[in-house]
């Protein structure tokens, strides 16, 4: 069986970019969240089985609603990874959930990428999302304030993984890893993984660097003096500068 690769993150953070980046290597084939409602259950374990072929493209099991059916803008996503699923070095998946114990709790070799946010874009993804009364996708009470203690709560899982197994995660910093043209970041994360820089993959970064640089880094962001306030009362500032503070990928 290939070697397991999830990449992970709090919810708008940049999870679907870095899976837009890393699944267009032909060695690389992850699913959008397919186990989105298991990977919360401490009840049910995360098993090699969940990642074999037709096991994985088999929708019917109830653990995503992101299935080519209900989210049909995936579904050439999924159709481009069955492809190559079979002769991929890695297969694996994207989460939000952030729980990297419980996986290795079954699967002590899967790797992860995981990629974190400063809170103030995150903050303010969640209010615009959670005051939108037309997205439907989002839950009203996920706003700003929310965002913190999940914001902490991510910070200090990833910080425990990665201090505790170096060698099978990895972490890097939304605006580093997209703002830069180059893809430092990206090559070292290749590295990692032991897989090459290829044109499809080159192709993939240019093409969300290009959009962080055109919509991404000059879109304004407004937070309420008292959502600020709440922000900066309650946000675990030191977790995010030990979490970033030299980088290494």
Not at 12 to 38: C, Q
Not at 49 to 54: N, T
């Amino acid at each position: 069986m290939p070697d397991l690769l999830f990449l992970a993150g709090m919810g708008r953070s940049g999870t679907t970019a870095l899976l837009e980046v890393f699944s267009a290597h032909a060695d690389i084939a992850l699913g959008v969240e397919r186990y989105k409602r298991l990977y919360p259950r401490d009840d049910q374990p995360v098993t090699a089985a969940l990642f074999e072929e037709q096991r994985f493209f088999d929708f019917g099991d109830g653990f995503t609603n992101l299935t080519p059916e209900h989210a049909p803008e995936w579904a050439p996503h999924y159709e481009a990874m069955r492809a190559k699923w079979a002769t991929a070095r890695y297969v694996g998946d994207k989460m939000v959930a952030i729980r990297l114990q419980h996986v290795w709790a079954t699967l002590p070799d899967a790797r992860f990428v995981c990629i974190v946010r400063d809170l103030e874009p995150v903050a303010a993804s969640w209010e615009a999302r959670a005051r939108n009364p037309d997205d439907h996708g989002w839950d009203a009470e996920s706003d700003a304030t929310k965002a913190v203690a999940a914001w902490n709560r991510s910070l200090r899982r990833v910080r425990r993984a990665v201090k505790q197994r170096p060698d099978r995660a990895v972490v890097v910093e939304y605006d580093r890893f997209f703002g830069d043209p180059v893809g430092a970041s990206l090559d070292r994360v290749l590295s990692w993984l032991g897989v090459d820089r290829s044109p499809e993959i080159d192709a993939a970064f240019a093409a969300v660097h290009r959009q962080y640089v055109e919509k991404v880094a000059p879109k304004a962001r407004t937070l309420s003096p008292g959502v600020q306030a709440f922000l900066d009362e309650h946000a675990e500032r030191d977790v995010w500068r030990e979490v970033t503070s030299g980088l290494a990928l």
